[in-house]
């Protein structure tokens, strides 16, 4: 396996919980490389620690042991500060609940990460605007979360995760509360991002899913199984 | 991450529940307002009787029978009934006033008093009024405007006629719009020619003139049997010598009365003695209102707790996109800040505007310090409050955030 030319790189990652004085590997032994400008999905059922590797690839967990590396720059001992400022600026989160602020626009909801990272407001409101436009919804700028259907909201929540220009589009279960033809749509948005040339992570549980990726990596019991 | 923003996220953040803000922030009004209000009503009363005393005439020395500790007075009062009862049993004699007056030359009138009960009966009117009786140089001291009519004079003094000048609401109680001067006003057993009305003066108690009646001490004496005087009012040519005087007349009345059942105060003393009892109510009134305030203050720390638990979902996203604990920890002490202060200031207003209109009825005056008081205390209140939540928010993980429904 290459190590040091990809955009992120883990090896040999282990996490273990510790629940009533018994541990737990939720990671066990995991080394990867994902290259910048790829296409990767990461599947498997649920306990196979996916979650827990989602986690220490966005930069939300630290694991017990291994190296992680993004962008050349190892984040697996980071402070708590640190990481965040490293989510802001070199992740960018989808959720499987799109995770969008209730009450507050299509605008406001992508400005969002733009705001903790001391953007000015006129550049603020242009970033957001353009990052609408990239995912088709530049006429719904105004719009509340409650007046978009499910795939127009979880296309918001892509563009807040494009909006920083980040390293890595990190796409937890991004179709699992949409029905099919918005799963689909939404899909597709993520491959036309990967065309323009961003790196995109996908967990999923479904394997059809993770077979529109251009690799897939299987997980099962902590380690990886392909 | 700019405070601008900050604050801005937090404006919105109390923007998207507006009233649940108003009801958090209803304890902090509510006590600020009651801080501002009863702290009006402390300094206005005591404004109205400095106003009052001044109102007396400058440079006066007051005598008065019994032996009055002033520090007492202002510590318990029992004192000051103490006082009153010795009113009774004085040995001041209208000899006394004509002494001080005479035998003291920075003295320019020495006006004695004798005072007492008694109804007031005109065809069939009556009304319980105070009866001052006093010499004519009364006028010299208070300086009271006649409607109609005029004082009495010192040779109906001397000769104890039966004459009454009556306060402005004894006129109007007993006579309407009638014309009262020349018609006989009964007090008690006696008739009493009217031969002046005075000109309204406003205000209430010992102080107004409006519901007495004045008649010659002479008389008064006689009527109700009184041998003794009961209190000298002694005004001094130059207010440099006010305590000067006092030491004077202290002296002057030793050695006429030889014992010391008698009290000489000037006015200022009098005036700072009645401005700490009144300082000492402002602080109570303010103290007790103050105590609402902190009560606002466990609300707002309440309603923060509850937000907190209730966006658990939101701050782990905001953690998720790069926000900090410091900025969580910003954002929520913002938020408890501005719910505080925005109370403060609907506080201060409701109170100055509830203190305008109690101002009808009573005397009342906001007073910039105890503004400033309330803005600052409500201010440290969101601070103070705020932190708990504040903490509880930034402390959280953001993928149990993420992950509490």
């Known amino acids: ?226 | 991450m700019p405070i601008r923003q900050l604050i801005k996220i937090s404006i919105k953040a109390l923007q998207t529940n507006k009233s649940r803000s108003l009801l958090t922030a209803l304890g902090v009004i509510i006590g600020v307002a009651s801080v501002i209000l009863l702290i009006s009503v402390g300094s206005g009363l005591k404004g109205y009787i400095t106003n009052q005393m001044q109102d007396m005439g400058s440079n006066l020395i007051m005598v008065m029978p019994g032996d009055i500790d002033l520090d007492d007075v202002s510590m318990g009062g029992s004192a000051m009934s103490s006082a009153f009862s010795s009113m009774a049993t004085s040995k001041l004699k209208l000899s006394d006033a004509h002494e001080i007056e005479k035998g003291i030359l920075q003295i320019q009138d020495a006006v004695a008093m004798v005072m007492a009960s008694s109804p007031a009966r005109y065809e069939g009117e009556s009304v319980l009024v105070q009866i001052i009786g006093t010499t004519e140089n009364y006028i010299n001291i208070r300086e009271p405007e006649f409607a109609k009519g005029s004082f009495f004079v010192e040779s109906e003094v001397n000769s104890g006629r039966k004459v009454a000048v009556l306060g402005h609401k004894v006129a109007e109680d007993l006579f309407g719009e009638k014309d009262s001067i020349g018609e006989k006003v009964k007090l008690g057993e006696y008739r009493y020619l009217i031969m002046g009305v005075m000109e309204e003066k406003g205000g209430q108690g010992s102080m107004s003139p409006d519901d007495k009646v004045f008649v010659p001490i002479t008389t008064a004496q006689r009527q109700f049997n009184q041998d003794n005087i009961s209190i000298i009012f002694a005004q001094v040519k130059s207010s440099d010598e006010v305590s000067s005087t006092v030491s004077l007349v202290e002296g002057v009345l030793k050695r006429r009365l030889k014992e010391e059942d008698f009290t000489v105060l000037d006015q200022k003393e009098i005036l700072s003695t009645v401005s700490s009892i009144l300082d000492t109510l402002t602080v109570a009134l303010g103290g007790i209102a103050a105590i609402s305030l902190l009560v606002g203050g466990i609300g707002i720390m309440n309603i923060m707790l509850v937000s907190v638990t209730e966006r658990t979902h939101e701050i782990g996203l905001r953690k998720a996109l790069g926000a900090t604990p410091e900025v969580i920890l910003t954002q929520f002490l913002i938020e408890a800040v501005f719910l505080s202060v925005g109370g403060g200031i609907i506080g201060i207003v409701l109170g100055s505007g509830g203190s305008l209109i109690l101002n009808m009825f009573m005397p009342t005056t906001v007073t910039l310090w105890s503004v400033i008081l309330a803005f600052v205390v409500s201010a440290t209140v969101g601070i103070v409050f705020g932190i708990a939540p504040a903490r509880k928010a930034s402390q959280l993980s953001p993928i149990e955030a993420l992950r509490y429904e």
Do not use: W
Request: net charge positive; hydrophobic share 35%.
């Open chain 1, 1 to 226: 396996m290459t190590k040091n030319n990809g955009i992120l790189s883990l090896e040999n990652i282990f996490k273990i919980y510790k629940m009533d004085g018994i541990s737990v590997k939720a990671l066990n032994g995991v080394t990867l490389t994902v290259k910048k400008g790829e296409f990767v999905s990461i599947v498997g059922p649920s306990g196979s620690g996916k979650s827990t590797l989602m986690h220490i690839i966005g930069c939300l967990d630290i694991p017990t042991s291994g190296k992680v590396t993004l962008e050349h720059h190892e984040i697996s001992r980071l402070s708590e500060n640190s990481l965040a400022k490293i989510r802001n600026k070199k992740i960018g989160f989808v959720f499987q609940q799109f995770n969008l602020l209730a009450r507050t626009s299509a605008l406001e909801n992508v400005s969002l990460p733009l705001f903790y990272n001391g953007t000015t407001d006129s550049d603020i409101r242009e970033k957001a605007k353009k990052a609408l436009e990239t995912v088709d919804l530049g006429d719904r700028l105004e719009h509340h979360p409650n007046q978009l259907s499910g795939g127009q909201q979880q296309r918001v929540a892509i563009a807040r995760a494009l909006v920083t220009d980040p390293a890595i589009i990190l796409a937890d279960e991004p179709t699992g509360n949409l029905d099919s033809k918005s799963g689909l749509e939404i899909m597709g948005v993520l491959k036309q991002l990967h065309k323009q040339g961003r790196t995109v992570v996908v967990v999923t549980h479904d394997s059809k899913i993770a077979s529109q990726a251009q690799r897939t990596i299987k997980l099962g019991d902590g380690r990886i199984v392909n």
